[in-house]
C-alpha cells in the first residue's frame, strides 16, 4: 500500500518584519479601514502570523516548566479596538499582541498568562495576572496573608527582581487594604490588585530573528513558578 502522506511541517518562527515597528507608526497616523484593508498583507505576513507561531513553538518548549499544570493552546489577539465605550474611537490598537495561558476555561484575560507579548508602540513582555476580579482577589490575598503560601510568593518574586524582573499591576492600592495591617511584611504584594512580572528588556535586534524565541522561552521558564503559584493560589 502506498504510504500516507506525512502531515505537513508546523510553521517555524523566524521573526517579526522589522524592529522598528515601521508598520504601527504608519498605522498610528492612518487610522481608517481603508489604509489598513490595503496593509493587511503586511501585518498579517510580517506581525500576526509571526506571533502565532513565536507562541506556538514557545508553549512547547515551556511545557516542562508546568508539570501539573495545562498550557492552553496560544491566543493571537484581534487588531480591531473595542471602541463602544472608549473616548478614542480609533479602530486599531498599534501593536501586535498574544499569550498562552496556564488554565483552560473561562475569559483568556482571567487566567494567568505563562507567556504574554506585545510588540509595536509599546512592547511588553511578561507573565501572571494583570488585573483580578473580586472573588480571585479575595483568594489572592488570603494566600500572600499566610505565613507560609506569602512567604514563598515573596522569595520567588524577590529572586525575579534580582535577575532583572520587575513587578507590577493594573491598580496598585496606595495605602494597605482594609483590615490590613500596613507595616504588614508583604503589604507591597497586598496592595497589588493582580500580578505580573515585566521580562528584563527585549535584547536589542532579537525581535527579527529565532533569537526572540530563544530568550522569551528562557525568561517564560524563570517565571513558571510565579505562574504556578497564581493558578494554585487564585483558582
Known sequence: ???????????????????????????????????FAAHKAEYDTGWADPMGTLLA?????????YP?????????????????????????????????????????????AAL???????????AGLY???????ARYRAAVLDDSRG???????????????????????????RGIDPAHPRIDLLRKKGLVVSFPPIPAGAVTGRAFLDWVATEAKRAAPLVTWLVFETA
Open 68 to 112: 501539573h499544570v495545562e498550557l492552553a493552546e496560544p491566543k493571537v489577539f484581534r487588531l480591531h479596538r473595542d471602541v463602544r465605550f472608549a473616548a478614542d474611537k480609533s479602530p486599531y490598537k498599534t501593536s501586535v499582541s498574544g499569550v498562552v495561558t496556564a488554565r483552560r476555561g473561562g475569559k483568556v484575560t482571567e487566567a494567568p
Open 1 to 35: 500500500m502506498p504510504r500516507a502522506p506525512s502531515p505537513p511541517a508546523a510553521p517555524r518562527f523566524e521573526g517579526f518584519a522589522d524592529g522598528t515597528v515601521k508598520f504601527f507608526r504608519a498605522l498610528a497616523k492612518h487610522q481608517d479601514r481603508a489604509w
Open 131 to 137: 488585573a483580578m476580579d473580586a472573588p480571585t482577589l
Open 116 to 126: 504574554y507579548v506585545q510588540l509595536g508602540l509599546e512592547s511588553f513582555v511578561g
Open 151 to 177: 512567604a514563598e510568593l515573596a522569595r520567588i518574586v524577590r529572586a525575579l527582581e534580582k535577575k532583572g524582573f520587575q513587578a507590577s499591576a493594573a491598580e496598585e492600592l496606595k495605602s494597605a487594604p
Open 57 to 65: 513553538e514557545a508553549r512547547a518548549r515551556l511545557d516542562g516548566a
